[in-house]
């Protein structure tokens, strides 16, 4: 059996970050080029699972001071519900620990249950709703971790 091995993403993976986003409802649909100019912001970090040299996933955060954010996360559809999702979510919270970041944000459909119940899990509690945020339809719950 291989193992899960995570690393941090630069822009020689984001046609793959790109192709995961594509096919994964709910996440940002960012393009190669978004990938590639999010990786090389200063205040980005982008961690990314690898299975056998694929990519099965990835997690992008924004790092300042000490707030961070995510800011994109999907996990290829035939490797979710094996942990994946929960080491790239452990993994940016580890180093915005590392770094000094006292509160993580994050915003999720009030329709992703799987999401909600994965940031449940990390201990994300619910601070605010964005009222019809997605498609004048569907509530934004802005969810915060204080570490
Ligand atoms: C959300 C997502 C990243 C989770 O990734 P994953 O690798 O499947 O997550 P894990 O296997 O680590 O799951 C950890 C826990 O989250 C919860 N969870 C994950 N998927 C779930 C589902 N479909 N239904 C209910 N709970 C779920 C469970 O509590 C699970 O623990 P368990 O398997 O022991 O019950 C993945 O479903 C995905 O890519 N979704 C589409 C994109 C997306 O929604 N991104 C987030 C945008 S805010």
Redesign the pocket.
């Given at each position: 059996m291989r193992e899960i091995v995570l690393s941090r993403a630069d822009s020689s993976s984001a046609g793959e970050m790109s192709a995961?986003a594509a096919s994964?409802?709910?996440?940002?649909k960012w393009s190669a080029s978004d990938f590639e100019s999010e990786a090389s912001n200063k205040f980005a970090r982008i961690y990314a699972a690898f299975y056998g040299g694929e990519m099965a996933?990835f997690?992008a955060f924004r790092f300042c001071r000490e707030d961070a954010e995510?800011t994109?996360?999907?996990?290829?559809?035939r490797?979710?519900?094996?942990?994946?999702?929960?080491?790239?979510?452990a993994k940016g919270i580890e180093s915005a620990l590392s770094e000094g970041v006292k509160n993580i944000t994050?915003?999720?459909?009030e329709k992703?249950?799987?999401?909600i119940?994965?940031?449940?899990?990390f201990k994300f509690k619910t601070v605010s709703v964005r009222k019809k945020f997605y498609n004048n339809s569907d509530d934004a719950l802005l969810m915060l971790r204080e570490i």
């Open positions: 995961i994964s409802d709910f996440c940002a996933g997690a995510l994109n996360f999907a996990v290829r559809g490797y979710r519900r094996s942990g994946i999702g929960s080491m790239l979510l994050l915003e999720v459909s992703n249950s799987a999401a119940a994965l940031y449940e899990k």
